[in-house]
């Protein structure tokens, strides 16, 4: 099955630096959805997106669906301790069930 | 609490002996879904189940069974777990109402078949 690939694989980043990620894949996704997974946990949903081109804002996370829809970028300003954790992307074609697609993951580190 | 509950939580297993992981959710899901976590492959989907009685193979099914006889479980079966089924496992339940509707997921199975 396709995987989505997610760049940076990790970063180590100071407290209060911006942060960007991104993922993308070969074939075209319908929605594109970021979660985050703490240490121990299960993933919870960030951001979803629904058309291509669309930018939306969660607190002081950004997230794109990419004009052809084949790319998705997440941004994290400010970062703080709390935003220690991977994050995954996620694309959803629809048919079939709601089946999503997990990018490899971008494994967020945040020295204090 | 809207939840999806997994048991259990760490297991360790020797070759070829059955195990079965249990999946609840408690929201009235019509869709549930197995996934499997690896480092630096992300989550791959096992099985999925539209609804009772309604399941079919994900990615990375072989070695694994499931089956959906009540809408609130899904229990993952291996029937004869192997070392390379050591893993992180989630359960994820979600509504079956189109896109755009992520999943909520459980607080994951860690699997080592030694």
């Known amino acids: 099955g396709q995987q989505l690939n997610q760049s940076p694989q990790s970063m180590f980043i100071q407290e209060g630096e911006d942060v960007s990620m991104n993922c993308t894949s070969s074939?075209?996704?319908?929605?594109w959805l970021w979660y985050k997974q703490d240490p121990g946990e299960g993933p919870v949903l960030l951001i979803a997106l629904y058309k291509a081109g669309e930018l939306t804002s969660n607190g002081r996370l950004t997230a794109q669906f990419g004009i052809t829809r084949k790319d998705s970028f997440l941004n994290i300003s400010a970062s703080i301790p709390s935003d220690v954790g991977i994050y995954f992307c996620?694309?959803?074609?629809?048919?079939?069930?709601?089946?999503?697609?997990f990018g490899t993951g971008t494994q967020l580190k945040v020295e204090l | 609490e809207a939840q999806v509950t997994q048991n259990p939580r760490y297991l360790i297993t020797v070759t070829g002996k059955k195990l079965t992981v249990t999946c609840s959710q408690n929201?009235?899901?019509?869709?549930m879904s197995w996934y499997r976590q690896d480092p630096g492959l992300g989550l791959r989907q096992i099985y999925y189940s539209m609804n009772v009685e309604v399941t079919d193979k994900g990615d990375v099914p072989e070695g694994y069974k499931v089956s959906r006889k009540e809408k609130r479980n899904f229990p993952l079966i291996l029937e004869s777990p192997s070392p390379n089924q050591t893993s992180l496992y989630f359960c994820?339940?979600?509504?079956?109402?189109?896109?755009?509707?992520?999943?909520?997921f459980g607080s994951g199975t860690r699997l080592t078949v030694v």
């Open positions: 929201m009235n899901h019509e869709y």
């Open positions: 074939s075209i996704f319908n929605t």
């Open positions: 996620a694309g959803q074609r629809g048919g079939g069930g709601n089946k999503l697609t």
């Open positions: 994820a339940s979600s509504v079956n109402r189109g896109l755009g509707y992520g999943y909520t």
